[in-house]
């Protein structure tokens, strides 16, 4: 079967988000009172999902709604330190024109994700942001729905395999995740 609707996520899927990240974490953790990140943990964090991430770094959940405002206020700020992958607008392109529809679910807010986006924004017919930081599933169901297409005609790109998952188990036929210069898929055991 042929896909119809592609779902990306923003952040380390399309956006290279994850050096301006590690950047300004450590700043984040000091006024929000979590562990720092060491270099050491680096690699181990990035091949984990957020629930995890956020137990290893000891982040207290009634946190959470304080701390993704301060961030996202500080990427807002510095988008233009967080660059699109390479090849990113002629890949979209490329899917428009061979009909496909394109959807954003996001984490951060639509203004950000438009702007990080730049002239590739365009190519986009649906937007779900706003996306709590634990699940993003009720996103990736809204656009389905709006879309008009059946979750067998949906495949979802995320950045995390846990996020794949996820998105697979709430609406879409496939999910792959681009990671360290290959694809995973989520769909394996």
Aim: aromatic letters at 8%.
């Amino acid at each position: 079967m042929r896909y119809s609707l592609v779902i990306f996520d923003l952040d380390g899927t399309l956006a290279d988000s994850f050096p301006w990240f590690l950047r300004v974490v450590n700043d984040v953790a000091r006024k929000y009172g979590f562990k720092s990140i060491a270099n050491a943990d680096v690699e181990p964090l990035r091949r984990t999902g957020t629930r995890e991430i956020l137990k290893r770094l000891e982040v207290p959940f009634w946190k959470l709604p304080a701390i993704a405002t301060h961030t996202r206020a500080l990427k807002r700020a510095q988008l233009e330190l967080i660059p699109l992958f390479p090849g990113t607008d002629a890949m979209l392109r490329s899917l428009s024109g061979a009909g496909m529809t394109l959807a954003m679910v996001s984490s951060d807010n639509e203004e950000n994700a438009r702007r990080q986006l730049g002239t590739s924004a365009a190519h986009f017919s649906h937007f779900a942001c706003g996306a709590s930081l634990l699940g993003k599933g009720a996103k990736f169901k809204s656009i389905v729905r709006r879309a008009g297409v059946a979750p067998a005609q949906t495949i979802a790109v995320n950045g995390t395999s846990g996020g794949s998952k996820r998105s697979r188990q709430a609406s879409s036929a496939a999910a792959i995740t681009p990671s360290h210069n290959r694809f995973h898929d989520a769909n394996s055991k």
